[in-house]
């Protein structure tokens, strides 16, 4: 399971997805919205996808965690559009038979998502806004 | 042959616009269509050295030879999934 969505994410369907009678653990994890990011009180988070591009590479990492780890399933869930603080961005649930091989597993597709998936964050804050990555931001 | 480019987040704020068209000679590359794109649109060339391209939604670097009717996108850092901050 690989989606974008652009309401709020609904844990149940990813873990509807990756449970299995053989799996002995799920790892989830979920990135959230903070009201803080480098000195600035941050307001709400605004997401940007490039949808085709972002979820042939959101199946890429399943891949590669299938092939580097013993997982049995894994499912990544990306929210576009505003995200307001405390809500989540972004959902990964990874079953395997015992819990080591979901929890390196699932960390190493979130690590691996911010780096490669086209998705861009534009972050709204007292004072400003700023594409966070670029150096495109600007205060008013 | 015909180009389709596809702009996103501060490119696409940037340029004000998603989307574009380009002609270029046969035997392209990525790096020539960015070199025209600069030409055209002069907000860019500050962008370029941070700018990755992909190919018909594959990741392509210059030298990547383009076919008509591909479709390139101009990648601006991405920053996906939340927490820690990613500059």
Known sequence: ?140 | MDIRVRFFASIRQKLRRDEGACSLPAGATVGDLLEHLCREFPALVDMRRSVSTAVNREYADAHHVLADGDEVALIPPVSGGSGDSHV
């Open chain 1, 1 to 140: 399971m690989f989606e974008i969505v652009s309401q709020a994410i609904d844990l149940a369907p990813l873990l509807a997805a990756v449970s299995d009678p053989t799996a002995g653990a799920i790892v989830t994890f979920l990135g959230t919205t903070r009201n803080h990011n480098d000195g600035r009180r941050v307001t709400r988070l605004e997401y940007e996808a490039y949808p085709e591009m972002a979820i042939s590479e959101m199946r890429k990492i399943g891949e590669t965690a299938r092939s580097r780890w013993p997982i049995h399933a894994i499912a990544i869930v990306h929210r576009i559009g505003v995200v307001p603080v405390g809500e989540a961005s972004v959902a990964i649930a990874v079953s395997s038979a015992h819990r080591a091989a979901a929890f390196e597993a699932c960390h190493f597709a979130i690590d691996r998502l911010k780096e490669v998936v086209p998705i861009w964050k534009k972050e709204h804050f007292d004072g400003g806004e700023i594409w966070i990555g670029s150096q495109t931001g600007q205060r008013f």
